[in-house]
């Protein structure tokens, strides 16, 4: 067994442990996630060390690592065909660096449910279940696969909100589902209408396999995805461009752009700590790396027609949401809001169609990832002992809780962009990336960049303002002496989880090649492929 | 040739608010006497403070960049500075805009020196321009009132707008498929089980009719056969 799939259902097995053991021993439920997921981070980091950079792989099959693929499904349905569904995963440049984010961000994300209390076996066990769909969407390369591990994603996430979550949790909980579920139903119509479209050359069947769908010459002469002379229209909009605009349509949602947005301050909101971390740290790459995986390689020829429209959202997006977050009075919807502006980021970078804005727009991923899981994390801290995230109701926090007020101050100015952190290379990668778009001919316009220099210095505003408010001068709490005995300063457990995801933050700051080095040839590959359609 | 005359102007003001600097703290009447009592005592500065200015001060003598005060060619500073233009230089200028710096700085101390002196000072306190300068031109309150305020009540404004309008749009879609789902149950159990209750009501109706048939009475009975007969009859005539 390959160590891909060892990697994707490592998690199952603590699952089916987790259900299996009976609530008296429920203490180990923690303990055994913890070693599964340890386990799955040592997977991954040793899928890092072994990775080889020079393989860009973005539409060559050959051309993936640690490649499985195994015939899962092979229907006959009689005159029509075979029905041919693959097992099919891999790695290349691009998912790489974020299976490794994921199985960092889900070892936070376990450090952080230390202290759940609450029917414990079913929160343990939804997590496993979420940590292998997440695994699995980034490595799998069949579409029907590729559908199967992003629904199975949305099951846990719907119960870990509407249970664990606040006070408006049930509300929270099926927002974010039914608006994620409702672009996900209208991608399986592409998925579907791909599937018709597309000939597999070795079997001579339809296929979901991505791979193929990526090469022109697969495509039935005539059909309604087909590249060449295609004069297929719904309502007047060419085939391709509706596949495209669904298929952006469904991972807009997730990543998430301005008009889709409004259910992430919700679910973020009302979410329980570690299900914001995995929620900001993970799920919103999702939507970033279907862009990439599906939406640009799948159809170059529209990439290229409409980057100039996903730049203008990414462009709404930074200022709509930093703008949102410089408004906000409760913490946990700050830093949701900032999820969105930081995100609008990696719309700009990866619309700008240069090698800087999409290696910008991977990085800025990688980063925003555990710096969202730190920021989301450093919220937890305070809710767990006042259970009150109100800024104005905290004030000069730094005399009493002084290391704490020096993580906040590093993942605040990480966050905003402070060069030597992570955060300063994705976004400075991304605005050179947009302004150089407009030599490079690729559509995008220079006043752009410019707008989206503007939000990193709104984050700043937004960011300092809320740490000058809650943290300097003279300590003045809500709660009054109650809260003021409540508020310790942060533990072992929570330095543990801290300090790694500061480190890391400061270590891509300065040594940015170690990601950089993994997915440079995929990106350039994927330049190549658009470059014919520009 | 405007850059040159404002250099110059600014240079007559430095000397200006130096010379007032000087004037005002170290010259004419001392009138703190009352602030002094054995807590609160001036004295010279120690020998650590005392020895890095002299030697500062030092630094400052024009002796030290250059022994020729015509010539300024002859500085260390102007030959490490040096550089070569295309335009023919003028030396005349190295002269007489010093000479006039010069002369406008000692008239400049000359004016401090009767104003802050000699107590004959010219303006009011009221004066407008003092109270610009004092309040640096209102250049704070400008950035507060036009850049601050604008981007709170921008952001203020968008955040209503993202839960009125965008979460707005998402909730009348909410209520929108609530409200179909309600008209369709109303549908559903008004018409459609409506359709299958008035069937079962209307066959119970029926039958209730009917009943009325058994009652008993040969009569009745005979009258159905002869009906049947008679309708048999007139089938097979018209036929």
């Given at each position: 067994?390959?160590?891909?799939?060892?990697?994707?259902?490592?998690?199952?097995?603590?699952?089916?442990?987790?259900?299996?053991?009976?609530?008296?021993?429920?203490?180990?439920?923690?303990?055994?996630?913890?070693?599964?997921?340890?386990?799955?981070?040592?997977?991954?980091?040793?899928?890092?060390?072994?990775?080889?950079?020079?393989?860009?792989?973005?539409?060559?099959?050959?051309?993936?690592?640690?490649?499985?693929?195994?015939?899962?499904?092979?229907?006959?349905?009689?005159?029509?065909?075979?029905?041919?569904?693959?097992?099919?995963?891999?790695?290349?440049?691009?998912?790489?660096?974020?299976?490794?984010?994921?199985?960092?961000?889900?070892?936070?994300?376990?450090?952080?449910?230390?202290?759940?209390?609450?029917?414990?076996?079913?929160?343990?066990?939804?997590?496993?279940?979420?940590?292998?769909?997440?695994?699995?969407?980034?490595?799998?390369?069949?579409?029907?696969?590729?559908?199967?591990?992003?629904?199975?994603?949305?099951?846990?996430?719907?119960?870990?909100?509407?249970?664990?979550?606040?006070?408006?949790?049930?509300?929270?909980?099926?927002?974010?589902?039914?608006?994620?579920?409702?672009?996900?139903?209208?991608?399986?119509?592409?998925?579907?209408?791909?599937?018709?479209?597309?000939?597999?050359?070795?079997?001579?069947?339809?296929?979901?396999?991505?791979?193929?769908?990526?090469?022109?010459?697969?495509?039935?002469?005539?059909?309604?995805?087909?590249?060449?002379?295609?004069?297929?229209?719904?309502?007047?909009?060419?085939?391709?461009?509706?596949?495209?605009?669904?298929?952006?349509?469904?991972?807009?949602?997730?990543?998430?752009?301005?008009?889709?947005?409004?259910?992430?301050?919700?679910?973020?909101?009302?979410?329980?700590?570690?299900?914001?971390?995995?929620?900001?740290?993970?799920?919103?790459?999702?939507?970033?790396?279907?862009?990439?995986?599906?939406?640009?390689?799948?159809?170059?020829?529209?990439?290229?027609?409409?980057?100039?429209?996903?730049?203008?959202?990414?462009?709404?997006?930074?200022?709509?949401?930093?703008?949102?977050?410089?408004?906000?009075?409760?913490?946990?919807?700050?830093?949701?809001?900032?999820?969105?502006?930081?995100?609008?980021?990696?719309?700009?970078?990866?619309?700008?169609?240069?090698?800087?804005?999409?290696?910008?727009?991977?990085?800025?991923?990688?980063?925003?990832?555990?710096?969202?899981?730190?920021?989301?994390?450093?919220?937890?801290?305070?809710?767990?002992?006042?259970?009150?995230?109100?800024?104005?109701?905290?004030?000069?926090?730094?005399?009493?809780?002084?290391?704490?007020?020096?993580?906040?101050?590093?993942?605040?100015?990480?966050?905003?962009?402070?060069?030597?952190?992570?955060?300063?290379?994705?976004?400075?990668?991304?605005?050179?990336?947009?302004?150089?778009?407009?030599?490079?001919?690729?559509?995008?316009?220079?006043?752009?960049?410019?707008?989206?220099?503007?939000?990193?210095?709104?984050?700043?505003?937004?960011?300092?303002?809320?740490?000058?408010?809650?943290?300097?001068?003279?300590?003045?709490?809500?709660?009054?002496?109650?809260?003021?005995?409540?508020?310790?300063?942060?533990?072992?457990?929570?330095?543990?989880?801290?300090?790694?995801?500061?480190?890391?933050?400061?270590?891509?700051?300065?040594?940015?090649?170690?990601?950089?080095?993994?997915?440079?040839?995929?990106?350039?590959?994927?330049?190549?492929?658009?470059?014919?359609?520009? | 040739?405007a850059v040159p005359i404002i250099l110059i102007i600014v240079s007559f003001l430095t000397a200006f608010y130096i010379g007032r600097l000087i004037w005002k703290t170290f010259f004419?009447?001392?009138?703190?006497?009352?602030?002094?009592?054995?807590?609160?005592?001036?004295?010279?500065?120690?020998?650590?403070?005392?020895?890095?200015?002299?030697?500062l001060a030092?630094c400052c003598l024009a002796?030290?960049f250059?022994?020729?005060?015509?010539?300024?060619?002859?500085?260390?500073l102007?030959?490490?500075?040096?550089?070569?233009?295309?335009?023919?230089?003028?030396?005349?200028?190295h002269?007489y805009i010093p000479v006039v710096l010069t002369i406008g700085a000692i008239l400049a101390w000359l004016i401090g020196w009767k104003w802050y002196i000699?107590?004959?000072?010219?303006f009011?306190?009221?004066?407008?321009l003092i109270?610009l300068a004092n309040?640096q031109f209102?250049?704070?309150?400008?950035?507060?009132?036009?850049?601050?305020?604008?981007?709170?009540?921008?952001?203020?404004?968008?955040?209503?707008?993202?839960?009125?309008?965008?979460?707005?749009?998402?909730?009348?879609?909410?209520?929108?498929?609530?409200?179909?789902?309600?008209?369709?149950?109303?549908?559903?159990?008004?018409?459609?089980?409506?359709?299958?209750?008035?069937?079962?009501?209307?066959?119970?109706?029926?039958?209730?009719?009917?009943?009325?048939?058994?009652?008993?009475?040969?009569?009745?009975?005979?009258?159905?056969?002869?009906?049947?007969?008679?309708?048999?009859?007139?089938?097979?005539?018209?036929?």
């Amino acid at each position: 067994m390959g160590l891909l799939s060892i990697l994707i259902f490592l998690p199952l097995i603590a699952l089916a442990l987790i259900l299996v053991l009976p609530s008296t021993v429920k203490a180990s439920y923690k303990y055994i996630s913890l070693v599964f997921t340890l386990l799955q981070l040592g997977i991954s980091l040793y899928i890092y060390q072994n990775f080889q950079g020079a393989q860009a792989g973005v539409n060559s099959l050959s051309d993936f690592q640690f490649l499985e693929q195994v015939s899962w499904i092979r229907l006959d349905l009689g005159s029509i065909g075979k029905l041919e569904i693959d097992y099919l995963i891999g790695l290349d440049g691009i998912s790489l660096p974020l299976i490794v984010l994921s199985s960092l961000v889900m070892l936070m994300g376990i450090g952080a449910s230390w202290n759940m209390n609450k029917s414990p076996k079913g929160y343990f066990a939804l997590l496993m279940l979420l940590n292998t769909a997440v695994m699995g969407i980034f490595c799998a390369l069949d579409f029907f696969l590729f559908y199967v591990f992003y629904e199975v994603m949305l099951f846990p996430l719907y119960f870990l909100i509407g249970i664990w979550g606040g006070e408006r949790r049930e509300y929270a909980a099926i927002k974010f589902f039914l608006y994620t579920l409702l672009g996900s139903v209208l991608m399986l119509l592409v998925i579907v209408g791909l599937y018709f479209s597309v000939i597999n050359p070795e079997s001579g069947a339809h296929t979901f396999n991505m791979l193929h769908m990526m090469n022109p010459a697969n495509y039935v002469e005539g059909s309604f995805f087909s590249f060449i002379g295609n004069y297929h229209e719904v309502f007047g909009v060419p085939a391709r461009l509706i596949g495209f605009i669904i298929l952006f349509f469904a991972f807009a949602v997730k990543v998430p752009i301005v008009p889709l947005h409004t259910w992430l301050p919700d679910a973020h909101v009302e979410a329980p700590t570690p299900v914001s971390i995995i929620l900001a740290g993970i799920l919103l790459k999702i939507g970033g790396y279907g862009i990439i995986r599906v939406c640009y390689s799948i159809f170059p020829d529209m990439a290229a027609e409409t980057n100039w429209w996903l730049a203008l959202i990414g462009i709404i997006s930074i200022l709509y949401g930093a703008l949102n977050a410089l408004a906000q009075k409760d913490l946990k919807r700050m830093i949701a809001y900032s999820s969105v502006s930081h995100m609008g980021f990696v719309l700009l970078g990866i619309a700008s169609l240069t090698a800087e804005g999409l290696s910008g727009a991977m990085f800025q991923m990688i980063s925003h990832g555990f710096l969202s899981a730190a920021l989301f994390f450093l919220v937890g801290v305070i809710y767990d002992r006042v259970h009150d995230r109100y800024i104005y109701h905290f004030r000069g926090l730094a005399s009493i809780m002084p290391k704490y007020t020096a993580c906040v101050a590093i993942v605040f100015f990480a966050s905003l962009g402070l060069p030597g952190f992570s955060a300063f290379i994705g976004e400075a990668f991304v605005i050179i990336g947009a302004f150089n778009a407009e030599s490079m001919a690729t559509g995008i316009p220079r006043w752009m960049a410019i707008a989206g220099s503007i939000g990193i210095f709104l984050s700043a505003a937004y960011f300092l303002w809320t740490l000058q408010r809650m943290f300097f001068g003279q300590t003045r709490l809500q709660g009054g002496t109650a809260w003021q005995s409540a508020l310790t300063d942060l533990n072992r457990r929570e330095l543990l989880v801290l300090v790694p995801a500061i480190s890391l933050a400061l270590i891509l700051g300065i040594m940015p090649s170690l990601v950089f080095g993994k997915l440079n040839a995929s990106i350039l590959k994927l330049i190549d492929i658009i470059n014919p359609y520009l | 040739m405007a850059v040159p005359i404002i250099l110059i102007i600014v240079s007559f003001l430095t000397a200006f608010y130096i010379g007032r600097l000087i004037w005002k703290t170290f010259f004419g009447n001392f009138r703190f006497a009352e602030y002094l009592d054995r807590e609160h005592r001036l004295h010279e500065a120690p020998t650590l403070m005392l020895a890095p200015m002299l030697f500062l001060a030092f630094c400052c003598l024009a002796p030290l960049f250059s022994l020729h005060p015509l010539d300024y060619h002859s500085s260390w500073l102007m030959q490490g500075l040096h550089v070569q233009t295309t335009f023919p230089a003028m030396p005349s200028a190295h002269l007489y805009i010093p000479v006039v710096l010069t002369i406008g700085a000692i008239l400049a101390w000359l004016i401090g020196w009767k104003w802050y002196i000699k107590h004959q000072y010219p303006f009011s306190q009221e004066n407008k321009l003092i109270l610009l300068a004092n309040n640096q031109f209102y250049i704070n309150e400008l950035n507060e009132r036009i850049f601050v305020k604008g981007i709170k009540r921008l952001s203020t404004s968008l955040y209503f707008i993202d839960r009125k309008v965008i979460d707005g749009l998402v909730h009348l879609f909410t209520n929108f498929i609530q409200s179909l789902s309600r008209a369709m149950h109303w549908l559903d159990k008004n018409i459609i089980d409506g359709i299958v209750n008035f069937v079962a009501s209307g066959t119970y109706y029926l039958g209730h009719l009917v009943r009325h048939v058994q009652n008993g009475q040969l009569q009745g009975y005979l009258g159905f056969a002869l009906t049947v007969l008679i309708l048999g009859f007139l089938y097979l005539i018209i036929k």
